[in-house]
């Protein structure tokens, strides 16, 4: 009886590693006090974000260029643009994340930081842009 519950545990232990380190697990964090997943899936950031519940986000998907709001779900690095654009390495040290490889919301928000727009870098000078922009 004993070996059949040490059996059990290790079979729950081992489906709660695989679903914490395959990326299934969803960080859930008080966000505006509500608890949000904090994956990175924008669609999860858009459902409050529409301008009804909370303050309208700005983002583009389609034809994205300078002087309109940021793009989303969009490759990193854009093909063809590779030159334009640190390396992947260079993001991920200063804690900037893609959704599915795709820029996302939390690639410049940080749902943990509590400061204004809950950016990962004070944006001074356009710092934020230039760790993935290269002039």
Do not use: W
Not at 96 to 111: A, E, T
């Amino acid at each position: 009886m004993r070996t059949m519950a040490l059996i059990a545990v290790s079979i729950v232990l081992a489906l709660l590693l695989y679903l914490l380190t395959d990326g299934v697990y969803a960080e859930q964090v008080a966000h505006h006090g509500q608890i949000v997943d904090n994956s990175g899936d924008p669609k999860e950031c858009i459902a409050c974000h529409d301008g009804l519940i909370a303050p309208q986000a700005h983002y583009c998907t389609v034809e994205c260029g300078f002087g309109t709001s940021h793009s989303i779900l969009k490759d990193y690095p854009p093909r063809e643009k590779e030159s334009s654009y640190k390396p992947l390495e260079s993001l991920q040290k200063k804690g900037i994340r893609l959704f599915d490889g795709k820029v996302s919301c939390v690639s410049c928000h940080d749902l943990t930081i509590t400061s204004k727009n809950h950016l990962i870098i004070d944006n001074s000078g356009s710092a934020l842009c230039y760790s993935c922009h290269i002039t």
